[in-house]
């Protein structure tokens, strides 16, 4: 394998890198964290460890949360100016659960151009050995760490028709997936854990059943969530689709939720569409 020095268009290039598997990454990449001037990374300590697996020479950046606001003006001119700079993540596609849409979305208002260089993610490595249907699906990334928040938003996702994605911590897995039961019902779930790493494991079964099997387990590693969509049910009542769309019109809209419920509830859209805005109207 060879990795090639190339000069490359000015622009911000947002690479993918492993997440797990330090062969899991493509030599377009390797080529672009060679050829930039600059390579931006969540934290330099662990993307080193990338770097020094490659031989990549390339002046490493930090670039995360924290220094966010301070550091993108001058990313932003050093670009128009001619510069390549790189974003990756810690592991994985960048931009997915970590800050550099921020310096993205102003390359983008800046009138620079922005590229992606694909490869891994974990988000959908998690659904495609998920078992669950990946027609249509939602990654909402973390949780928040508080029960109640917790629980609200599972509970604003319950009638989300797709497959819904989270990442989560080990030590709050099992009370994520209570709640989950408890706000979503017992929908069918995998749980994935060090994906294409040594001890890569995916759990599959219901919520009821994986709260049973996890029960006292000492759990590590990173851990992706894939919950099943609600079923479909042709047979709702007037009162639960009420329910729903006022649950749910506050955060889509009328157009949205009466989508949204119709394809859930097996109802027909002009149907549902004239109920909401009966609904909006206070009648």
């Not at 460890?49 to 002046?59: D, I």
């Not at 990756?88 to 800046?110: H, M, N, Q, W, Y």
Request: proline share 4%.
């Amino acid at each position: 394998m060879s990795i090639h020095k190339q000069t490359l268009e000015s622009g911000l290039y947002l690479v993918s890198t492993p997440i797990g598997n330090l062969r899991d990454i493509s030599l377009r990449a390797l080529d672009v964290l060679t050829s930039a001037d600059m390579v931006l990374a969540e934290d330099t300590r662990v993307s080193k460890k990338l770097f020094n697996a490659y031989g990549l020479k390339t002046p490493l950046s930090a670039y995360h949360d924290h220094n966010a606001a301070k550091r993108v003006p001058n990313l932003v001119t050093r670009i128009a100016e001619g510069a390549v700079i790189a974003l990756i993540s810690d592991a994985g596609t960048p931009l997915v659960s970590d800050p550099g849409f921020k310096l993205a979305r102003a390359c983008v208002e800046a009138d620079l151009t922005v590229f992606a260089i694909p490869g891994a993610s974990a988000v959908l490595s998690a659904l495609v050995v998920s078992g669950l249907p990946s027609d249509k699906f939602m990654f909402a990334g973390f949780l928040p760490a508080k029960t109640s928040a917790r629980k609200t938003a599972l509970s604003g996702l319950a009638s989300v028709p797709s497959t819904l994605i989270f990442y989560e911590s080990a030590g709050r897995l099992s009370a994520m997936l209570v709640d989950a039961l408890s706000e979503l019902g017992d929908r069918p779930v995998s749980v994935a854990r060090e994906l294409t790493k040594k001890y890569e494991d995916v759990l599959y079964g219901s919520l009821s059943e994986m709260i049973t099997r996890l029960d006292g387990e000492k759990l590590r590693g990173e851990i992706v969530v894939s919950i099943g969509p609600p079923e479909g049910n042709d047979d709702w009542d007037e009162a639960q689709i009420v329910s729903a769309l006022k649950s749910r019109m506050g955060e889509l809209g009328v157009k949205r939720a009466s989508e949204e419920i119709a394809s859930l509830s097996g109802q027909k859209k002009r149907d549902i569409y004239a109920l909401a805005l009966k609904i909006k109207d206070g009648k």
